[in-house]
């Protein structure tokens, strides 16, 4: 037989551990979430949309010093009701004010009522709503408040505590998240009844792993689609109920500039001078379509079982 040729091979040593390596693309959750989220078209050019308006809002009433209790122009009539143009885009209003700074001017203060009663509706639901869902003390109260809450329309509950307690910002704030939080708890509870008895939880249960440890590290994370669901739906909302209470004259006082506020005030001027109503109306809408189109994706785009391949 002829011998073989040993600088044709060469030795390879075996490694036993190399078995026990997944040969398995490394996973990040967040980047997995922004690569779906920003597949969306749609919701990046309505991300894009929304944040000029959000930047609009901050800056622009900086800028102009737009203030609702001031009308410069009172005493020059020749200022009042120029239809938009290129020097004032939005046109001027019944008493020649600028009607480009007071919108966005109104759109800060709305955007703020609804940011900020978000923000309260979420933790407040969020945090009772864990706790719910776990304790059957807290479930034999917490339920009885939500079946009082739930039948009574939210529209009414905030009329009734802007006109107790007066017109106002945080007022306004107030009577808007003072019952919100208890459905979004009570939806944050049915969540988690539905993931407590799963068979990692009864097993960290009886390794004796505290209640709180259970929430924040087993739970909480299968709920971020969920809590981005609610408040993708909260947002909107919230500016929704500033607008309309303010257009029925009950939610800020006269001293203050809104979206609502605006559309009240110019509502007379639907067919004489359309535009100065239907411009609050327009932006009032662009705000709350595109802040729940972005919500909404992103939620989507948190749901782990959106991840699969």
């Known amino acids: ?183 979004t708890a009570y939806f944050i509870r049915v969540q988690v009844m539905i993931i407590r008895d799963r068979e990692y939880n009864l097993a960290s249960r009886c390794l004796g792993t505290p209640t709180w440890k259970i929430i924040t590290h087993n739970i909480l994370p299968y709920l971020v689609s969920v809590i981005m669901t609610s408040i993708s739906r909260d947002v909107p909302s919230f500016i929704s109920y500033e607008v309309f209470l303010s257009f029925i004259g009950v939610g800020l006082g006269q001293q203050y500039a809104s979206l609502g506020r605006m559309i009240q005030q110019y509502s007379p001027y639907m067919t004489s001078t359309p535009y100065l109503f239907w411009i609050p109306v327009a932006i009032s809408a662009l705000i709350s379509v595109s802040l729940y189109i972005v919500g909404q994706t992103l939620a989507d785009a948190s749901d782990p079982r959106t991840h699969m391949i």
């Open 1 to 183: 037989m002829t011998e073989l040729n040993q600088d044709l091979f060469e030795i390879e040593i075996a490694d036993d551990s190399e078995s026990e390596h997944i040969s398995a693309p490394q996973y990040s959750y967040w980047r997995s979430v922004f690569r779906r989220f920003f597949s969306s078209k749609l919701a990046i050019f309505m991300m894009i949309l929304s944040g000029i308006v959000i930047l609009l809002a901050i800056f622009q009433p900086m800028i102009s010093g737009y203030d609702p209790n001031v009308t410069p122009n009172i005493n020059r009539p020749e200022m009042k009701y120029i239809r938009p143009n290129a020097t004032y885009w939005f046109g001027t209003d019944d008493v020649g004010n600028s009607l480009f700074d007071a919108v966005w001017k109104g759109t800060a203060t709305s955007l703020f009522i609804s940011f900020m009663a978000t923000a309260i509706t979420t933790v407040l639901g969020v945090a009772v709503g864990m706790w719910w869902g776990f304790s059957k003390r807290v479930d034999t109260v917490m339920i009885e408040v939500y079946n009082i809450v739930s039948n009574i329309p939210a529209t009414l509950i905030a009329m009734i505590l802007v006109y107790a307690i007066g017109g106002g910002v945080w007022q306004l704030i107030f009577a808007l998240s003072v019952t919100s939080w208890v459905s």
